[in-house]
């Protein structure tokens, strides 16, 4: 099968505005960031920790996770990237949620090291990142990537190459959407320092461990993606920090 033309592939991969054509994926991904930050900071008001070093952690969770929603993507493809030079179009294409979100928690922690901030403040984080998942989600189905597997569904959707496949980014989006609701209620009850932010890591990378079986993408030797691999770290280090907070008092996580 003839793979389509770039501007052919994806469900709406530009939006028209007047004359203007926006790139529906970028278009998506500014509002997802416009949005965690809007609620960061709608959070934070009633938090203790104002000010400069509010900024500074929200500065360090953005450049974190950009730097680590693109370091596995230009490790893997660095061949094609000097190949390509210099177009530099394939090292501003790609990036991945999950090295994102690991590259913005470790930009905190060491944020946090260098401002001298001992109590964890992920629970600011929380809510925000899980809308923003659910907007950027958007994006990736209008744009047309991190499709799934080919269905045999009502609600499967052809991306550009006749095929219908599984809507993961529409699946992602909804539970990312449910997510941020949960978090916003419960967040009171799970107001211990650190721990709203725990049960997001586990519930997120638990959804992100079994969407990724219906995902398009390699596999590694032992039948599972990078993703699946990365996720299960990361819910058994959250997880161990959850359980250590029950038999444990006052036990806190990383962020």
């Known amino acids: 099968m003839n793979t389509p033309a770039p501007e052919l592939w994806g469900v709406c991969p530009a939006l028209h505005v007047g004359e203007m054509t926006i790139p529906a994926y970028g278009a998506f991904m500014l509002l997802a960031l416009i949005a965690g930050i809007v609620v960061y900071v709608l959070l934070a008001q009633k938090h203790p920790m104002q000010g400069q070093q509010g900024l500074l952690l929200v ?12 370091m596995p993507v230009w490790i893997i493809g660095w061949r094609q990237i000097v ?27 060491l944020m ?15 809510p925000a990142i899980a809308l ?19 269905a045999n569904l009502p609600w499967a959707v052809d991306f550009g190459d006749g095929v219908p496949r599984h809507p993961t980014q529409l699946y992602e989006s909804a539970f990312a959407l449910a997510l941020f609701v949960f978090l916003l209620v419960f967040r009171r009850k799970f107001s211990e320092p650190g721990r709203l932010f725990g049960i997001f890591m586990i519930a997120y990378f638990t959804f992100r461990f079994f969407v990724e079986f219906l995902r398009a993408g390699d596999v590694t030797p032992i039948g599972l993606t ?12 959250y997880l161990q920090g959850e359980l250590g907070r029950i038999f444990v008092p006052h036990k806190e996580t990383a962020l």
């Open 59 to 70: 500065l360090a969770a953005v450049i974190g996770g950009v730097l680590g929603a693109k």
């Open 83 to 109: 190949a390509a030079l210099p177009d530099i179009r394939p090292i501003l294409s790609g990036r991945t949620v999950v090295g994102g979100l690991l590259g913005g928690v470790l930009g905190v922690i």
């Open 112 to 126: 946090r090291r260098r401002l001298g901030i001992v109590q964890p403040s992920g629970n600011l984080f929380a």
């Open 132 to 150: 923003g998942i659910a907007v950027g989600r958007l994006g990736c189905f209008f744009g047309g990537c991190c499709y799934g597997v080919p």
């Open 226 to 237: 990078l993703a699946q691999l990365a996720s299960l770290g990361v819910v058994a280090y």
